[in-house]
């Protein structure tokens, strides 16, 4: 089985945009490629897991999607093992696989074989986090000033809250040896 670090795109790995249809637009989070790296050469998968609605609401293409994703990726330096997206509407029935859904999560497990007790999401919002847990991961909140309430809401069922990507794979990386 292989372990991974499941990452939400953005708030996350990047600067949130809404509805974020142009690569050219992408800006990285301090301490994303760094974060990416050392994780990589630890061993482990690399996925993301993205909540895009805006191909649901009509205001982005799942190819604009694709082009941004593919952005992060050659900005951070190294190809993810897999991606996953859900264009779904927030408003389409409960049944979706938007996070809190650990839909992707739960898929991207199968298609990987991937032990989730061996592995982290690391995410922006309490939904993060719910799916994360749900999945069977340890999870991470990347704490951010603007978003306090998240902190708030997520603190009970985090195993970390930091403000800091570097701290969180110093984290990741100690977890690790000791499993």
């Given at each position: ?11 996350t790995l990047i600067k949130n945009i809404p509805y974020l249809g142009d690569p050219s637009n992408v800006t990285l989070l301090p ?149």
């Amino acid at each position: 089985m292989n372990k991974a670090v499941f990452f939400d795109r953005d708030d996350t790995l990047i600067k949130n945009i809404p509805y974020l249809g142009d690569p050219s637009n992408v800006t990285l989070l301090p301490g994303a490629p760094a974060a990416v790296s050392q994780l990589k050469k630890a061993g482990f998968l690399l996925v993301m897991i993205t909540n895009q609605s805006g191909v649901g609401r009509g205001l982005i293409s799942p190819e604009q999607v694709k082009a941004v994703n593919d952005e992060v990726m050659r900005k951070i330096g190294i190809e993810f093992d897999a991606v996953y997206m859900c264009f779904d509407h927030p408003d389409t029935p409960k049944e979706n696989c938007r996070k809190p859904s650990p839909k992707m999560i739960l898929q991207a497990q199968k298609e990987l074989h991937i032990d989730p007790s061996a592995s982290f999401f690391i995410g922006d919002t309490y939904h993060d986090i719910v799916a994360g847990n749900r999945a069977g991961c340890r999870t991470i909140l990347l704490e951010h000033a603007h978003k306090k309430t998240e902190s708030r809401k997520a603190e009970p069922l985090a195993n970390l809250i930091s403000d800091d990507l570097a701290k969180i794979t110093d984290w990741i990386l100690s977890q690790n040896r000791k499993t």
